[in-house]
């Protein structure tokens, strides 16, 4: 069974680097054959895609974050990370790491990032 | 790229049926079958229902079902029940720009 764990600071000051790692475990990131995706879940609203990475680094992005937005993967710790530059109050959300593209399988439980000072 | 649209509520009896429709367009719902759907109970990760229109996962109970006719896709819960009620999103791919994926607005059902 694949499980996916989100990690990283529950409060980010505007304008700083908002930084989340997913670990996954029972399923290693580089057999391939999957992409890995972040998505986000402001209070009370819906879904919005962040973007994708193959085990290979290959990456996509929402293009209305793209200017911010940065996805990196560590094989060997079986690992992805989101990186998000540039935050305002308007990127408090929970974030939620997923494994694929077109259909998201498993999904971490979600780490709430508030943006303030 | 917008959001695909679904009804903001629907609601039933225990043991009845609902169907959630979500409308896209050709460049999404209507031109590929990679539509999928999630339910969200609060404070919860979304939990994959329906993927590829009409393909169970799992585990997943078959009184959930898919369809799509046209730019419109539907998830149907027959014999409602209490543990139903919860949030739900319909996805697709999309090709009308360079974004990849768009989910729907979200469904909240309830119970009655």
């Known amino acids: 069974q694949v499980q996916l764990q989100e990690s990283g600071p529950g409060l980010v000051k505007p304008s700083q680097t908002l930084s989340l790692t997913c670990t996954v475990s029972g399923g290693s990131i580089s057999s391939g054959g999957y992409y890995w995706s972040w998505i986000r879940q402001h209070p009370g609203k819906g879904l919005e895609w962040i973007g994708y990475i193959y085990y290979s680094g290959s990456t996509y992005y929402n293009p209305s974050l793209k200017s911010r937005v940065t996805i990196s993967v560590d094989t060997s710790k079986n690992q992805f990370s989101l990186k998000l530059s540039s935050v305002t109050a308007a990127d408090t959300a929970v974030y939620y790491c997923a494994r694929g593209v077109e259909t998201f399988d498993y999904w971490g439980q979600g780490t709430l990032v508030t943006v303030s000072s | 790229q917008s959001a695909l649209t679904q009804p903001a509520s629907v609601s039933g009896s225990p043991g009845q049926s609902i169907t959630i429709s979500c409308t896209g367009t050709s460049s999404d719902v209507g031109g590929y079958n990679y539509v999928s759907w999630y339910q969200q109970h609060p404070g919860k990760a979304p939990k994959l229902m329906i993927y590829?229109?009409?393909n169970r996962p799992s585990g997943v109970s078959n009184r959930f079902s898919g369809s799509k006719s046209g730019n419109t896709a539907s998830l149907t819960i027959s014999g409602l029940q209490a543990e139903d009620e919860a949030d739900y999103y319909c996805s697709s791919y999309t090709s009308s720009s360079t974004l990849a994926y768009v989910f729907g607005t979200g469904t909240k059902v309830t119970v009655l």
């Open positions: 590829d229109v009409s």
